[in-house]
Every structure is written in structure tokens, then in C-alpha cells.
């Protein structure tokens, strides 16, 4: 069984900043990429970020050149910074582990609010 441990949400004023963090453990067997997902009320989940075990990188529009996903691979781990926020990055944003040849398998997170006030 695989768990994510998401921390690092919160509540902050348009303009500032947040740092995700989603931590894996488990018996993770193929771990190929990891990312954050967000859903916001009356909308459907979007994919954030994402970055491959060999480290690249894609991200929505909507947050490039805001957000930067990293990993540490030998902890499992993937972080979100999330810098200049904005009122419409309010959401819960949750960790996504894919795994397997094809990265078909996923495991989820609980998920973490993020709130932006204007």
C-alpha cells in the first residue's frame, strides 16, 4: 500500500506565496512520475504539474512562470511552489504518484485547500 502525505496548504493574500509537499512511502514499485492536481467548486480537476523521474517538467498555462514543481527522488517526495497566487488558484490541490510501465497505475492524496484572498 502506497500513502501520500500532502502538507503545506493554507490560506494567503493574492500575491504571496505557498510550498506544497507530498510525501510517498509504501512499497512504490516503478514510481514514474509524480504531480498536483487541483479542483476547484463546480470545476473539474486540472493537472497542475507534473515531473517525470528523470525530471521533466509540464505545467497547466494558467501557472507557468508561477509555479515550479521539484522531487527528491530518494525521499519521494515532489514539492509546489506556488509564487504570485491569485484569487482563481483557490482550490484543493492534491498529490498524484503514477506508477508503473506505462504510468497507468495512480495513487492520491486527500487533498490539501489552498485559499486565495483578494
Known amino acids: 500500500q502506497v500513502r501520500l502525505a500532502e502538507s503545506g496548504g493554507g490560506l494567503v493574500q493574492a500575491g504571496g506565496s505557498l510550498r506544497l509537499s507530498c510525501a510517498a512511502s509504501?512499497?512504490?514499485?516503478?514510481?514514474?512520475?509524480m504531480g498536483w492536481y487541483r479542483q476547484a467548486p463546480g470545476k473539474q480537476r486540472e493537472l497542475v504539474a507534473r515531473?517525470?523521474?528523470?525530471?521533466?517538467?509540464n505545467y497547466a498555462d494558467s501557472v507557468k512562470g508561477r509555479f515550479t514543481i521539484s522531487r527528491d527522488n530518494a525521499k519521494n517526495t515532489v514539492y509546489l511552489q506556488m509564487s504570485s497566487l491569485k484569487s482563481e488558484d483557490t482550490a484543493v490541490y492534491a498529490c498524484n504518484l503514477a506508477w508503473g510501465v506505462s504510468c497507468s497505475g495512480n495513487y492520491w492524496g486527500q487533498g490539501t485547500q489552498v485559499t486565495v484572498s483578494s
Open positions: 509504501g512499497s512504490i514499485i516503478g514510481n514514474c512520475a
Open positions: 515531473i517525470t523521474s528523470g525530471g521533466s517538467t
